[in-house]
């Protein structure tokens, strides 16, 4: 067992992880900084795994840098190895290869695992989440062949392989168990349109439909569910998302689904650990309690945050805006800020047919707005969610923001 000098120990190679060593040193920070990450490939982005079919790992250019980047920057790279426990009181973690680390400050990013699918036969051949890359892979080599693809969940990641599934030309039925797609994420008013494009591109969908069991001597042939027998080749499931926080719980840092932390990404325990990117639970000024995101933008713009403090910048709050998106075959998924079950939605139609923006409002004032294939109207709503501009729905009436922003602009330059 060795024991190293104190500096910044990561856990999670994955885009939250990355973000805390790279602002690290870009931040100017000398110390030590070692990154673990139980997966064997360079750290990595996760959005084109379900947006293209891959069968080699060269298809994918998905690595975040070269592996020269972290020799260039002395950031000690451990791929392949997991941190099994993490002891605060000692403020070292230990690897399953047995080495020990003592660190200054830890820093979680463990990412999220996809839930299991809790039915019989979910251990046959042909049945995959989507999660890694080397998910990714095997589920790119089965679309080759696979000609009857049954999804099973029709959040973001389901909807997405549906479409690089329909794609492939495999007939695609999305199975999923409340009685609409996208029922966490998006509004009610958009989910209509969202479902009426993938039918249009020949995806089957289930709604209010739950698998009962995956059936098949050896390999999947069937899916059972509660109105059908479906035929499958292929079953990708994404039902979900749990935060990988089973360390922190184990080390006694508080845990409720995700790492506990203050408003400056902070354990609530310890204040020499902090926690970002998907396994993190904190504070935000968009949201009325605590919330976990799972999303590019939260990740990377939380693990600079941290990053910069632990290279001496003074501490911040977390307070970036939310964004997200989302690519379903022809259909461009954005959201900016979040939107509470309550909020007032609004519809607003683009001047193409293609283009729909829902804008929420919140005790009178913009707070959300999503979009579909109308990224200028997605940046609009970012530069003025960002900047807390107020917008209300009288401002919004026969307009649109990218309008109302243009407005604005040339009213100040007048005045
Ligand atoms: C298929 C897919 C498509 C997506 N598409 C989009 C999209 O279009 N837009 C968007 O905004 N977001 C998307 N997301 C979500 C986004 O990728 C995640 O929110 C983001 O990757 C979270 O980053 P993270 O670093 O917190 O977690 P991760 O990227 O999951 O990385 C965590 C890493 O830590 C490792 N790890 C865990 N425990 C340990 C340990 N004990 N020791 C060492 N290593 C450990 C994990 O194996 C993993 O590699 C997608 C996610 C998936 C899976």
């Known amino acids: 067992m060795t024991s190293d000098s104190e500096g910044v120990v990561v856990v999670g190679g994955g885009q939250a992880g990355f973000s805390v060593v790279s602002t690290l040193r870009a931040a100017g920070y000398v110390g030590p900084v070692t990154l673990f990450a139980d997966e064997p490939h360079l750290p990595y982005q996760r959005p084109p795994l379900s947006k293209k079919a891959h069968t080699e790992a060269a298809d994918l250019s998905v690595s975040l840098v070269p592996e020269s980047f972290y020799a260039e920057r002395d950031i000690e790279l451990r791929l392949g190895d997991d941190v099994v426990a993490v002891d605060p009181a000692a403020r070292t973690v230990r690897t399953r290869g047995g080495r020990s680390v003592t660190y200054a400050h830890l820093v979680l990013a463990t990412g999220a695992r996809n839930r299991p699918l809790p039915v019989p036969g979910a251990d046959l051949a042909g049945v995959h989440a989507l999660r890694s890359l080397d998910d990714a892979l095997a589920v790119g080599r089965a679309l080759t062949t696979a000609r009857d693809v049954v999804v099973v969940?029709?959040?973001?990641?389901?909807?997405?392989?549906?479409?690089?599934?329909?794609?492939?030309?495999?007939?695609?039925?999305?199975?999923?168990?409340?009685?609409?797609?996208?029922?966490?994420?998006?509004?009610?008013?958009?989910?209509?349109?969202?479902?009426?494009?993938?039918?249009?591109?020949?995806?089957?969908?289930?709604?209010?439909?739950?698998?009962?069991?995956?059936?098949?001597s050896g390999r999947v042939e069937r899916v059972v569910t509660s109105d059908a027998v479906l035929p499958a080749d292929l079953v990708v499931y994404g039902i979900g998302a749990a935060p990988r926080d089973e360390l922190a719980?184990?080390?006694?840092?508080?845990?409720?689904?995700?790492?506990?932390?203050?408003?400056?990404?902070?354990?609530?325990?310890?204040?020499?650990?902090?926690?970002?990117?998907?396994?993190?639970?904190?504070?935000?000024?968009?949201?009325?309690?605590?919330?976990?995101?799972?999303?590019?933008?939260?990740?990377?713009?939380?693990?600079?945050?941290?990053?910069?403090?632990?290279?001496?910048?003074?501490?911040?709050?977390?307070?970036?805006?939310?964004?997200?998106?989302?690519?379903?075959?022809?259909?461009?998924?954005?959201?900016?800020?979040?939107?509470?079950?309550?909020?007032?939605?609004?519809?607003?139609?683009?001047?193409?047919?293609?283009?729909?923006?829902?804008?929420?409002?919140?005790?009178?004032?913009?707070?959300?707005?999503?979009?579909?294939?109308?990224?200028?109207?997605?940046?609009?709503?970012?530069?003025?969610?960002?900047?807390?501009?107020?917008?209300?729905?009288?401002?919004?009436?026969?307009?649109?923001?990218?309008?109302?922003?243009?407005?604005?602009?040339?009213?100040?330059?007048?005045?």
């Open 249 to 415: 719980r184990a080390a006694g840092l508080a845990v409720d689904d995700g790492v506990l932390v203050d408003e400056q990404l902070r354990s609530v325990s310890d204040p020499r650990v902090f926690a970002v990117g998907d396994c993190a639970r904190h504070p935000h000024p968009h949201a009325d309690g605590p919330v976990r995101l799972e999303s590019v933008q939260n990740a990377t713009d939380q693990g600079a945050l941290v990053g910069r403090r632990l290279a001496g910048q003074p501490p911040a709050r977390y307070e970036s805006l939310p964004w997200f998106w989302s690519d379903q075959g022809a259909v461009k998924l954005q959201i900016a800020g979040l939107r509470a079950p309550s909020d007032d939605v609004r519809l607003c139609v683009g001047d193409v047919p293609e283009r729909l923006a829902a804008y929420a409002f919140r005790g009178g004032l913009l707070a959300a707005v999503e979009t579909l294939n109308w990224p200028a109207e997605h940046l609009a709503a970012r530069r003025l969610l960002e900047r807390r501009t107020p917008v209300s729905a009288d401002d919004l009436a026969g307009t649109t923001l990218g309008a109302l922003a243009r407005a604005r602009r040339a009213a100040e330059v007048r005045a």
């Open 153 to 216: 969940g029709g959040g973001f990641i389901g909807l997405e392989l549906a479409q690089v599934a329909r794609a492939h030309g495999a007939r695609v039925t999305v199975v999923e168990l409340a009685d609409r797609l996208l029922s966490r994420a998006l509004s009610a008013e958009v989910e209509p349109h969202v479902r009426e494009r993938h039918e249009q591109a020949g995806v089957r969908i289930r709604t209010g439909t739950s698998v009962l069991a995956l059936e098949g």
